[in-house]
């Protein structure tokens, strides 16, 4: 039995769908984990001092590993090494991890040195704090994950080449794990710096689970000195990426800031919702766009032109149709998601409501964000790698832009209007939604230009997109109104005043609100619905089912 589950941890997935529900499945075990961390951190600090300066200390890894990290990061090695032998990947492996080790090492030094100056100066409202000599460390000792990540992702291009996508999306569960020890054990004995040293184990288990994969395929690296021509080859088509995911980094950064001048607990809130609304990503959005890159890579060449905008069109219709239902059902069930997960100790109500609102709307760009994820890639595999760049920078400046505008605005203009219509009008602090409200906006201008980006690539892709957005909008009506009548029909049977009673009214309105969502859609004769039954079919191999799913578009790679 025990033999049986590693053979199917470690066996190779081939078809597209059921890569993607394979990660969808196990990154729903990571997104568990991290809600529970949330949940850890909401009951021991609420949002409060201690868990904004958390949160703001671990924009500055982010960043390091978007301008530095990423320059060898798996999403350039893996259309790299497919096809390559053995020696050679291994040499391009080796160079690519002795690279980052030296260069990102010497920054993250530098950057240690001068930690204090550099959190002053984007957070001078934490300065005073008592806890930021701690705030300090935190950051240093964080330094050491963009480093480990990277190498990561340096032996993660392996495991995806050779399609073993549950031990990739074993990663972040390990990763999730350490962060929770440190909360749970380290942070009593070591405060702030302790959830860091749980970090750090975390980013080591995250790594560790490539490394058997690597070993068997016997191109595991070495440090070696890196050669001129080799790095000059992965950087010029890594750096394009490097400086969008820098841009989205900086994007990031500068919300925190803002925020943490908005008062006590707005960074706190706002990642908390940033959070909660990364599990549907995570679970649609992302789980297509990793399983799509590497038949994405293997199809990109100009003779292949219909089979890449085959697949890139598959991925992205589930990916619209299963957000914008995503999108139905977390607008209705807000307050009951945020109850559940965080709703506990030092979470007080305010936070609870506001939390909620911020998580409507970010979650309006869901079915942005998760397209954006898929583009990205089908613009690296087509090796149009500047363009993710330019417009990640135009949708970041439109962000960050209309964030400045927004907090200028008159408080009785559309922030009271805003807050009024989410009902949190009555609370201190809802200018943090204006935050919110910019950063979709932005993601929904990045998707777009991205799609635009796509027209000569993937000819035809903008018109098959329609149909799903139309069947998502009235499954999403019909599944949000079916668990808003059942919510209300339940109002009177249980007072909600604990953690089963919120979780049950809840889960018995998201599960009408899914029935209702899965009845529209069937009705409709929606193709997606139809597949997303027969792929599950053929990933649990119920004997004498044949799933009808999106094959690959041809044999696997050769393996390196």
């Known amino acids: 039995m025990v033999r049986q589950i590693f053979e199917r941890i470690v066996a190779p997935v081939r078809g597209l769908h ?14 568990i984990l991290a809600l529970l961390r949330d949940r850890t951190f909401a009951h021991m600090f609420g949002a409060g001092q201690t868990l904004d300066l958390y949160y703001a200390a671990f924009r500055v890894p982010d960043l390091v590993f978007a301008l530095v990290s990423s320059l060898v990061s798996a999403y350039v090695l893996i259309p790299l090494i497919t096809g390559m032998d053995r020696e050679a990947t291994r040499r391009l492996l080796s160079e690519s991890a002795s690279f980052l080790f030296g260069v990102g090492g010497l920054i993250c030094v530098v950057l240690a040195i001068f930690m204090p100056q550099f959190l002053a100066l984007l957070y001078p409202s934490f300065v005073a704090s008592p806890e930021y000599g701690e705030f300090v460390l935190l950051a240093r000792i964080l330094l050491l994950q963009p480093i480990l990540l990277g190498l990561s992702g340096v032996l993660a291009s392996v495991t995806q080449v050779r399609r073993r996508f549950t031990l990739f999306a074993l990663s972040p569960v390990l990763y999730n794990l350490g962060i929770i020890l440190g909360a749970v054990a380290l942070y009593p004995r070591f405060g702030l710096p302790g959830i860091g040293i749980g970090v750090v184990i975390g980013a080591v288990a995250y790594l560790s689970v490539n ?18 021509a080799s790095m000059a080859s992965v950087i010029r088509d890594s750096a394009p990426r490097a400086l969008a995911l820098g841009m989205g980094s900086v994007t990031a950064l500068a919300l925190t800031a803002m925020a943490s001048r908005l008062g006590t607990g707005a ?10 609304e990364a599990v549907p990503l995570a679970l649609i959005g992302s789980s297509y766009a990793v399983a799509a890159f590497p038949a994405l890579s293997e199809v990109s060449t100009p003779d292949k032109r219909s089979e890449f905008t085959r697949i890139l069109s598959a991925s992205a219709r589930h990916i619209i149709l299963w957000s914008v239902v995503a999108i139905g059902l977390t607008a209705v069930l807000r307050a009951h998601i945020v109850r559940v997960v965080l709703g506990t100790g030092a979470f007080d109500w305010d936070a609870t409501r506001l939390t909620a609102a911020l998580l409507v709307i970010l979650a309006v760009g869901l079915a942005a964000q998760g397209l954006i994820l898929l583009f990205s890639r089908a613009l690296y595999a087509a090796r149009q790698s500047w363009r993710p760049f330019f417009y990640q920078f135009a949708g970041g400046a439109l962000t960050v832009l209309l964030a400045v ?17 989410l009902k949190v009008g009555d609370i201190q602090g809802t200018a943090i939604l204006l935050l919110a409200l910019a950063a979709t906006l932005g993601q929904i201008f990045l998707a777009l230009l991205s799609l635009l980006a ?8 903008d018109r098959t997109l329609v149909r799903p ?25 249980a007072p909600l005043t604990t953690l089963m009673s919120v979780f049950t009214q809840g889960f018995i309105a998201g599960s009408v609100g899914l029935i209702a969502s899965a009845l529209a859609l069937y009705f409709v004769e929606n193709e997606e619905f139809r597949i997303v039954a027969s792929a599950l079919g053929r990933l649990i ?4 089912h044949r799933a009808d799913v999106l094959a690959p578009s041809a044999d696997g790679p050769i393996q390196p």
């Open 267 to 276: 960074v706190s809130v706002f990642t908390f919702a940033s959070n909660l």
């Open 469 to 493: 957005l139309i069947d998502g909008c009235v499954a999403a009506l019909a599944g949000g109104t079916a668990a808003y009548v059942t919510l209300v029909l339940e109002g009177g049977i």
């Open 541 to 544: 191999r119920f004997p004498g």
């Open 18 to 31: 059921q890569a993607a529900y394979l990660l969808a499945a196990l990154t729903l075990a990571s997104q």
């Open 211 to 228: 490394i058997p994969v690597v070993m068997e395929a016997g191109v595991l690296p070495r440090l070696r000195m890196p050669g001129f």
């Open 405 to 421: 505008v927004f907090l200028r605005m008159e408080t009785t203009g559309l922030p009271a209007s805003l807050a009024t219509f």
């Open 454 to 461: 796509l027209r000569n690539i993937a000819p035809g892709l």
